[in-house]
C-alpha cells in the first residue's frame, strides 16, 4: 500500500516533466460581406482544424461548448445581433473570442458631404459613409475614410423628414496604426422652425490605453428629444494629441470613420 | 435551428467526455497533415541569454559539417552557431545592424555564405567564420536608385557558377543578378500592376527539381505568392497562396517549405505559420495552419489555427528533416526545432 502511494507522487512528477506544452487554439475565421445590413447577412465561420469545433452565441454572452456548434452559415437579420465566438478542441487551450455586431440600415440618406479626407485615405468618396459596407479593421480598405485633422464636419441629408431617435457613427481603432476614436463627437438637427443647426446629442471620448489590437467600434448615440428633421450636422474631432502612454505622445492622431447610420 | 444545434450538441460533448478523459499533458500537440507532419520542441536552443542575445532570428542554414547557423539583428553576436541538439558551439559578427538574408553557397568545395544586411542596404560574402570576402553595395548601375536608402535588400540565391540573385525585398522590390565577381548583368520584377511584378520579394531561391535549368522562386509577400522566373529574368508563372505572407522559399529534397509571417486575415496579431508544398507546388501541410484544401485547382485562403507561433521568419530542413524555426519581432525567442512524426 505504501508502496502503491509514492507512485502516485512519483507518476505526478514523472507526467510534470514530460508535459507538453499546451498551445491556445487561433479563432475562428468568420466570413461575412459587411456587418451592416439592409434586410439580412449570411455568416460563415471556418476552422478548418481536425478535431476541434466552433460554439457561438447571438445573445452577447461568452461562448462555452454549450452554446450552438457551428455546422451551417448563420443568417442575422435582427439590428445589433452580437455574435460571438470561440474554438474548443482538446489538447488545446479555447482560442479567444471573436466578437462581432452586425447593424441593420436605419433611415433613407440621401446624400452625404464630408470634409475632404487625408489624400491617402479617401474611401470612395462621402457615399462610402452610407454604402452598408464595412466593419473591417482593415485599415487599408477602401471603406474608410481617414482624417488628421483638428475637426471634421459631415452633412447628412435624410430622403423626408423624419423623427430621428438615434445617430450611429462607425470608427476604427487601430492604436499601433495611430488611429483613434474622435476626442468628441457633437450631432445637430436642422430646426425649421428656427431656420437653423441645433444641438441634439454628444459624447466626449478618452482613448483607452487597454486596447491593443484592431477593432472597428461603433457609437450610437441616442436623443429622447422629440425631434422631426432631414438634416443632421456632425462634428467630429479627431485625437490632438496623443496621451503619453503611446509611442506617439503629444502628436495628431488619426480618426477613420466607415458608416453612419440614423435611426 | 439553434436550439436544435444546441441539443444534437451537447449529446455529442457528453459522449465524448464518457468515453475519453481529457489529459491534455499526455499527448504531444502534432503540427501539420498528411505525411508532414511534426513535433515542435519549444526549448530547443541551450543558449544562455546573457551570453549568446538575439534579437529578431531572420534565418536559418546548415553547414556540411551539420552545424545549424543562425542570423540575428543582435550585434551582440549576429551569427550563433548550434548543433543540431541545440547547444551553442560558436558565434561571430558585431557589424551586421541589419543582419536579415543568409544565404550558404558551395564555392569550389568550400562553403561560403551571403548576408543581406537591410541597415547597411549592402550585401557581403563571408567565409563560414565570418571572413569578408566581398561587399555589393546599392544598385546604382541598374539606375533605379538615387541612393543606398533606398536599397533595402532581403535575400540571395547563388547559381552552381557563382552567379548572385539579390531581391530588394524591402526596397524596390527588383531582382538583381550579378555574375560572381560582383558586376551586374541584369535586373527584374520592380513593383508594378503586371503579373511579372513584385509587392514585398522578401525571398529568393533556385529550384532544381524538375531537372534541365533551375528556376528562380520570388516571394511577392504582400500578394501572398511566389513568382517563378527563369534564369535571364523572364516571368514564368505565379504560385498563388491566398491568406498567406509567405517569407524565403527554402527547397529540400522534393518539397518547399516556407515560414508564414502572418496571416491575411488576422493581420500584425502574431497569426503566423509554416507551409510546405510539394514538387507541384501544391500546399500539401500548414503547421500551426488551416488544413490545405484546394477548390478547382485553387488554394482555399489559409490562416494559422494554433498558436505556437507568432511571427516566423524562416525555415531551415537538416540532414534528418528534422526543422528549426526562427522568428521575427517575437519577444526574442530562439529558434524552435520541428521533429518529422512518421
Known sequence: MKKFLLTIPAFLFFYYCNAQQTFQLAPPMLKYHSVFFKTSEMVLMQFAQPATNIFFTLNGKEPTQNDSHYNKPIEIRKSFTTLKAKVFGDGFLPSETVTVTFIKDGLKIKSVEATQPNEKYPG?????????????????????????????VINVSLEKKQKITAVLLDFLRDHGSWIFLPQSIRVYYFDDTKNEFQFLTGKEINPDSSQQSSATVFEKLNTDKKVVSDKIKIVLKPLSSIPAWHPGKEQHGWMFIDEIKIY | MQRRNFIKNS???????????????????????????????????????????????????????????????????????????????????????????????????????????????????????????????????????????????????????????????????????????????????????????????????????????????????????????????????????????????????????????????????????????????????????SEPNYIDGKPDEMYQTIKCFSYPHDVCIDDEENLYIAQWNSDKVYPYKLIPVV
Request: hydrophobic content about 35%; proline content about 4%; charged content about 20%.
Open chain 1, 124 to 152: 470612395n468618396g462621402p457615399q462610402t459613409l452610407f454604402d452598408n459596407e464595412g466593419g473591417m479593421s482593415n485599415n487599408q480598405s477602401k471603406n474608410f475614410m481617414g482624417y488628421q485633422t483638428d475637426s471634421v
Open chain 2, 11 to 289: 449529446s455529442l460533448t457528453m459522449a465524448a467526455l464518457m468515453v475519453k478523459p481529457n489529459f491534455p499533458f499526455t499527448q504531444d500537440t502534432i503540427l501539420g497533415q498528411g505525411n508532414k507532419r511534426y513535433k515542435i520542441d519549444t526549448k530547443w536552443s541551450q543558449a544562455d541569454v546573457a551570453k549568446y542575445p538575439v534579437n529578431d532570428c531572420h534565418e536559418m542554414i546548415q553547414d556540411k559539417k551539420g552545424r545549424i547557423l543562425l542570423l540575428t539583428n543582435e550585434t551582440h553576436n549576429n551569427v550563433l552557431i548550434y548543433d543540431k541538439k541545440g547547444k551553442i558551439l560558436d558565434s561571430w559578427g558585431h557589424e551586421y545592424p541589419g543582419a536579415h538574408g543568409l544565404t550558404l553557397f558551395d564555392e569550389n568545395g568550400t562553403e561560403v555564405l551571403f548576408i543581406c544586411d537591410n541597415k547597411r542596404h549592402q550585401v557581403i560574402k563571408t567565409t563560414i567564420d565570418g571572413r569578408v570576402l566581398m561587399v555589393l553595395d546599392y544598385p546604382k548601375e541598374t539606375g533605379q536608385y538615387t541612393q543606398a536608402e533606398e536599397y533595402i535588400p532581403t535575400e540571395t540565391a547563388i547559381t552552381p557558377n557563382g552567379d548572385i540573385y539579390v531581391a530588394d525585398g524591402y526596397g524596390k522590390d527588383f531582382i538583381m543578378h550579378y555574375d560572381a565577381s560582383g558586376k551586374l548583368i541584369n535586373y527584374f520584377g520592380g513593383r508594378g500592376t503586371e503579373e511579372k511584378h513584385l509587392l514585398n520579394a522578401h525571398g529568393v531561391c533556385l529550384d532544381y527539381r524538375n531537372g534541365g535549368e533551375p528556376v528562380l522562386i520570388v516571394t511577392s509577400r504582400q500578394q501572398n505568392a511566389f513568382k517563378r522566373y527563369n534564369l535571364a529574368g523572364e516571368f514564368i508563372n505565379t504560385i498563388s497562396l491566398p491568406g498567406a505572407w509567405v517569407c524565403r522559399p527554402v527547397i529540400k529534397g522534393d518539397y518547399l517549405y516556407s515560414a508564414v509571417l502572418q496571416s491575411n486575415s488576422r493581420l500584425w496579431q502574431h497569426s503566423g505559420f509554416v507551409t510546405i508544398l510539394d514538387k507541384n507546388y501544391k500546399v500539401v501541410s500548414n503547421l500551426a495552419g
